[in-house]
């Protein structure tokens, strides 16, 4: 039996056994106590009756640099990375939207450059705004983004790359990120057993 059918065996229970109070007792405090049960329980039900999801975390993204032949394809992996691992579209939007909770990114690759765009992902509070809204003398607007090459999100170099490719293309912009902006990953390093282990082997032939 699963978990989700042992918390709706239990609700169920509970208003079975409110029922039963109210049926068979007739003093009043017994019989509120009864009622509430039963309500705790209808409540209980209803939610139960929810589909559960499973919450679970964004998937990793692989940039294959060997795939990679022209800025299309960097654009073409900075929008997957947009609307996953990168969480962008949890706040942002590109055009108009009510839903949106953070300022529109549509033709934000034609007003703002490559450097401030990564120096804006990678740290959001070295240009702080002046707020004008409230009339008198301005204070600070320090951004809300987070970093999103540090923890949860955690983009690497290329990610956000690929992220900023993707909202210049969609500003109608010439991508300026190359293949040459790529970092191109180094060989795994040894295993550091193995590297003892081959350390050991050296030292034994040269005895």
């Not at 509970?14 to 309500?39: E, K, Q």
Request: hydrophobic share 45%.
């Amino acid at each position: 039996m699963s978990e989700v059918a042992q918390l709706q065996l239990i609700a169920l229970s509970i208003v079975g056994f409110g029922i039963l109070i109210l049926l068979f007792i007739r003093a009043t405090f017994v019989r509120v106590t009864g009622f509430v049960f039963i309500v705790l329980g209808l409540f209980s039900l209803m939610s139960l009756a929810v589909p559960q999801l499973a919450s679970l975390p964004p998937a990793e993204e692989k940039i294959d640099i060997a795939s990679i032949k022209t800025p299309t394809d960097i654009a073409a992996i900075g929008q997957t990375v947009f609307f996953s691992k990168g969480q962008c579209a949890l706040c942002h939007s590109i055009g108009p939207s009510e839903s949106a909770r953070c300022p529109d990114l549509k033709g934000i690759g034609a007003k703002l450059s490559k450097d401030f765009l990564y120096e804006s992902l990678t740290d959001p509070q070295a240009f702080v705004y002046q707020d004008y809204r409230h009339g008198g003398v301005p204070k600070e607007y320090p951004a809300t983004m987070p970093r999103i090459d540090k923890d949860p999100i955690g983009l690497s170099k290329n990610e956000i790359l690929a992220v900023i490719a993707f909202l210049q293309q969609m500003s109608g912009e010439p991508i300026s990120v190359s293949l040459s902006d790529l970092e191109i990953p180094g060989p795994a390093p040894k295993a550091p057993v193995k590297a003892a282990e081959s350390a050991l082997v050296a030292e034994a032939h040269s005895r």
